[in-house]
């Protein structure tokens, strides 16, 4: 079956970077992009980017280009995003999501299936 | 960039009720645009996409419609289990969600 499975929760200081994993499993990776999404505590789901892994074209939301990376491991079936120069508003579940089919210049199907999120906490 | 908003950011309806969630879109996404309902503490779980279909497993109770800039997710029949927080998102390269609306029983 279908599984992604996020790393562990992270606790970070403002100006400090985040590295979140998200590894695939029950399917062909290569097949399907990954978004990442991110949720502030009460808040509404936010879309940070898209990445496909095939090739890894990206598409980042305005919001945060400049501050994201994503990339992706296709031996290991493992996707990343790493966040720079955290805020203390940058303090969120982070999900990783499985875009329901092949696209190639950003996320052109819905999500079908989410990590279980990481939550990441910063603080001074 | 397109900007998502939903209308309205709550509700309060009686079991059995009709209960519809409107989304706009800023720019025309032609049918681009999916549901999702999200319950406290659980990740989200895609309902509809293409606007109007129906993703395998989710009731029958739950139905969308629109094209372009105008959508609508109507549940026809509010159940308790429905009580949740719903948000569309467009996914025309870009996947911005709206703001999201609170479902809850009266």
């Given at each position: 079956?279908?599984?992604?499975?996020?790393?562990?929760a992270?606790?970070?200081?403002?100006?400090?970077?985040?590295?979140?994993?998200c590894?695939?499993?029950?399917y062909?990776?290569?097949?399907?992009?990954?978004?990442?999404?991110?949720?502030?505590?009460?808040?509404?789901?936010?879309?940070?980017?898209?990445?496909?892994?095939?090739?890894?074209?990206t598409?980042?939301?305005?919001?945060?280009?400049?501050?994201?990376?994503?990339?992706?491991?296709?031996?290991?079936?493992?996707?990343?995003?790493?966040?720079?120069?955290?805020?203390?508003?940058?303090?969120?579940?982070?999900?990783?999501?499985?875009?329901?089919?092949?696209?190639?210049g950003?996320?052109?199907?819905?999500?079908?299936?989410?990590?279980?999120?990481?939550?990441?906490?910063?603080?001074? | 960039?397109?900007?998502?908003?939903?209308?309205?950011?709550?509700?309060?309806?009686?079991?059995?009720?009709?209960?519809?969630?409107?989304?706009?879109?800023?720019?025309?996404?032609?049918?681009?645009?999916?549901?999702?309902?999200?319950?406290?503490?659980?990740?989200?779980?895609?309902?509809?996409?293409?606007a109007s279909?129906?993703?395998?497993?989710?009731?029958?109770?739950?139905?969308?419609?629109?094209?372009?800039?105008?959508?609508?997710?109507?549940?026809?029949?509010?159940?308790?289990?429905?009580?949740?927080?719903?948000?569309?998102?467009?996914?025309?390269?870009?996947?911005?969600?709206?703001?999201?609306?609170?479902?809850?029983?009266?």
């Amino acid at each position: 079956q279908v599984q992604l499975v996020q790393s562990g929760a992270e606790v970070k200081k403002p100006g400090a970077s985040v590295k979140v994993s998200c590894k695939a499993s029950g399917y062909t990776f290569p097949s399907y992009g990954i978004n990442w999404v991110r949720q502030a505590p009460g808040q509404g789901l936010e879309w940070m980017g898209w990445i496909s892994t095939y090739n890894d074209n990206t598409n980042y939301a305005q919001k945060f280009q400049g501050r994201v990376t994503m990339t992706t491991d296709t031996y290991t079936n493992t996707a990343y995003m790493d966040l720079r120069s955290l805020r203390s508003d940058d303090t969120a579940i982070y999900y990783c999501a499985r875009v329901a089919g092949y696209c190639t210049g950003g996320s052109c199907h819905p999500i079908d299936y989410w990590g279980q999120g990481t939550l990441v906490t910063v603080s001074s | 960039d397109i900007q998502m908003t939903q209308s309205p950011s709550s509700l309060s309806a009686s079991v059995g009720d009709r209960v519809t969630i409107t989304c706009r879109a800023s720019q025309d996404i032609s049918n681009s645009l999916a549901w999702y309902q999200q319950k406290p503490g659980k990740v989200p779980k895609l309902l509809i996409y293409t606007a109007s279909t129906l993703q395998s497993g989710v009731p029958s109770r739950f139905s969308g419609s629109g094209s372009g800039t105008d959508f609508t997710l109507t549940i026809y029949s509010l159940q308790p289990e429905d009580v949740a927080t719903y948000y569309c998102q467009r996914y025309n390269s870009a996947a911005t969600f709206g703001p999201g609306t609170k479902v809850d029983i009266k």
